[in-house]
């Protein structure tokens, strides 16, 4: 079975700091992972997705997250937050040992940049 | 813009009615997703159809059904609603139905029982 832990409800970070939000997962075979931002009224858009290779992927709006086998995480980060990352963020998992291609979505972690 | 339109944005209705939500993806894609984003329960997926057949279903209600047409277009039946079915419905889509498939979700639709 596959699951997802998103630990931090809330995480606040200054504008211009470094940003992480968590995220762990638990599968039987590979990971496959991905990562949302919802914004506020809006849909959930795709920001990046690890599938193999390369622990550290890039991208979109200057994001990255690093796969880390041995510690089953997947880290969303950003080297400098801005104001407008504020939203609200979903760490999602297929397991690729799994009978089914649908994904476990994470309950989301509120990020909060403060000017 | 992800190319996944969802109508209407928004719906108020009252207790015991029954709403349809439709779902357009994006072109050329042909697996659709069905998803209920409330506070407490947070993302949950309902049903999947794939290029007109329903491929997998999740914790979707009795009182819930969907179907995808030959266009590929969706609609989510929602019936005898409650209050509790109050809630942000998304539909998603992707090219395939694999592990690497990205998801794009629509803007969703707006779900308020009264």
């Known amino acids: 079975a596959q699951s997802v832990a998103q630990p931090e409800d809330q995480v606040n970070v200054a504008e211009g700091n470094p940003l992480t939000v968590k995220c762990t997962y638990s599968?039987?075979?590979?990971?496959?992972l991905f990562w949302y931002v919802q914004y506020p009224n809006r849909g959930l858009q795709f920001l990046l997705k690890?599938?193999?290779?390369?622990?550290l992927v890039k991208g979109s709006y200057g994001f990255e997250a690093e796969f880390n086998k041995s510690q089953t995480s997947f880290h969303l980060k950003k080297p400098s937050a801005l104001v407008s990352d504020s939203a609200l963020y979903f760490c999602?998992?297929?397991?690729?040992?799994?009978?089914?291609?649908?994904?476990?979505f994470g309950r989301g972690t509120s990020l909060i940049v403060h000017p | 813009d992800s190319g996944v339109t969802q109508t209407p944005k928004h719906l108020i209705t009252a207790t015991g009615q029954r709403v349809t939500l439709r779902c357009s993806p994006r072109?050329?894609?042909?697996?659709v997703y069905w998803y209920q984003q409330s506070l407490d329960q947070g993302l949950q997926f309902l049903i999947q159809?794939?290029?007109?057949?329903?491929?997998a279903k999740g914790n979707i209600l009795e009182r819930f059904s969907a179907q995808q047409f030959p266009d590929l277009h969706s609609e989510l039946n929602l019936s005898s609603l409650e209050l509790g079915d109050s809630a942000l419905y998304f539909c998603?889509?992707?090219?395939?139905?694999?592990?690497?498939?990205?998801?794009?979700f629509g803007p969703g639709t707006r779900l308020l029982v009264l």
């Open positions: 998603a889509s992707s090219v395939e139905d694999r592990h690497q498939e990205t998801q794009y």
């Open positions: 599968v039987s075979g590979n990971p496959y």
């Open positions: 690890y599938i193999t290779g390369d622990n």
């Open positions: 999602a998992v297929r397991d690729e040992g799994g009978g089914s291609y649908i994904p476990t």
């Open positions: 072109s050329g894609d042909l697996s």
């Open positions: 159809y794939y290029n007109g057949e329903e491929r």
